[in-house]
T-cell receptor, first 116, second 109 residues
Framework: GAVVSQHPSRVICKSGTSVKIECRSL??????MFWYRQFPKQSLMLMAT?????????EQGVEKDKFLINHASLTLSTLTVTSAHPEDSSFYIC????????????FGPGTRLTVL | TQLLEQSPQFLSIQEGENLTVYCNSS?????LQWYRQEPGEGPVLLVT?????EVKKLKRLTFQFGDARKDSSLHITAAQPGDTGLYLC?????????FGKGTRLHILP
């Protein structure tokens, strides 16, 4: 099966700093990548959809200036949490899809962000 | 966006028991997917059901798609501690996967 990796797996940062999370498709080219956030004991909430070479599409209520997404290549998307605050602490999960909506989405292992 | 309701939200049962969890909507789906997420990991796709009335089996897990393609169920036979996790359903073949709230299953040894 296709493999999606995330780096780092966990990160702790101070309030006010910015944190970058990487999502890579290791053995396939992903035309579309997705970013989710998951709070404890809750389901995954879709934050944004990113297509290689174009601007990300954010879900309603997600601040695009707060969560910067870059999908610079067919195998890499990054999520930068800017000026992080304790309420941004969460589990961030990416997924990647090779082609259109009929293709399977493969999920990464997640990144645990803790903002002190 | 098609909204999915999952029930129950939480379920804690003894090892060896059987259980069923549900995924319901008022919308019709072209297909529906079930995922399992273990603590600290990303979700893993278990199955995609496509045809109304379809039944798919994955070892002790039986997935059924409703005849009208508005609902689905997941039945686990003789649950084991390894079945513990968050079970999520989502419409398949959509531009983006929007998950239901999930059923958090805990199997007690």
């Amino acid at each position: 099966g296709a493999v999606v990796s995330q780096h780092p797996s966990r990160v702790i940062c101070k309030s006010g700093t910015s944190v970058k999370i990487e999502c890579r498709s290791l053995d396939f080219q992903a035309t579309t990548m997705f970013w989710y956030r998951q709070f404890p004991k809750q389901s995954l909430m879709l934050m944004a959809t990113s297509n290689e070479g174009s601007k990300a599409t954010y879900e309603q209520g997600v601040e695009k200036d707060k969560f910067l997404i870059n999908h610079a290549s067919l195998t890499l998307s990054t999520l930068t949490v800017t000026s992080a605050h304790p309420e941004d602490s969460s589990f961030y999960i990416c997924s990647a899809r090779k082609g259109g909506s009929a293709d399977t989405q493969y999920f990464g292992p997640g990144t645990r962000l803790t903002v002190l | 966006t098609q909204l999915l309701e999952q029930s129950p939200q939480f379920l804690s049962i003894q090892e060896g028991e059987n259980l069923t969890v549900y995924c319901n909507s008022s919308s019709v789906f072209s297909s529906l997917q079930w995922y399992r997420q273990e603590p600290g990991e990303g979700p893993v796709l278990l199955v995609t059901v496509v045809t109304g009335g379809e039944v798919k089996k994955l070892k002790r897990l039986t997935f059924q798609f409703g005849d009208a393609r508005k609902d689905s169920s997941l039945h686990i036979t003789a649950a084991q501690p390894g079945d513990t996790g968050l079970y999520l359903c989502a419409p398949g073949r959509d531009d983006k996967i929007i998950f239901g709230k999930g059923t958090r299953l805990h199997i007690l040894p």
